[in-house]
Nanobody, 125 residues
Framework: QVRLVESGGGSVQAGGSLRLSCAVS?????????MGWFRQAPGKEREGVAG????????CYADSVQGRFTISQDNTKNTLLLQIDSLKPEDTAMYYC?????????????????WGQGTQVTVSS
């Protein structure tokens, strides 16, 4: 089993920054996999924002966040990170980390198999 626990969300003003973390534990060793960050605003579908390979060498981003979001991994701490800069009110959402057992970078929620419980990000104007 895989366990994912997000943290780092909060309330910030537009233009600010946040760094989200996702602690990864469980049986992820010796398998090729990808991890990703998703978000879901009230009344909207969950959308992928970024993905990264287990080794951290390959990333992919949704066009809507390119240049403002940076996904990375701290493999020594088994932690997935998402740096969000220049926050906008439309970034307000619950943010989730997820793990895909596929071996290609993807931001499609249909390609992910394990999910965390989410951390709330609220951006005020």
């Amino acid at each position: 089993q895989v366990r994912l626990v997000e943290s780092g969300g909060g309330s910030v003003q537009a233009g600010g920054s946040l760094r989200l973390s996702c602690a990864v534990s469980g049986n992820t060793a010796s398998r090729g996999y990808y991890m990703g960050w998703f978000r879901q605003a009230p009344g909207k579908e969950r959308e992928g924002v970024a993905g990264i390979s287990a080794a951290g060498g390959r990333t992919c981003y949704a066009d809507s966040v390119q240049g403002r979001f940076t996904i990375s991994q701290d493999n020594t701490k088994n932690t997935l990170l998402l740096q969000i800069d220049s926050l906008k009110p439309e970034d307000t959402a619950m943010y989730y980390c997820a793990l895909s057992l596929f071996t290609s970078c993807t931001t499609s929620r249909h390609d992910y198999h394990y999910w965390g419980q989410g951390t709330q990000v609220t951006v005020s104007s």
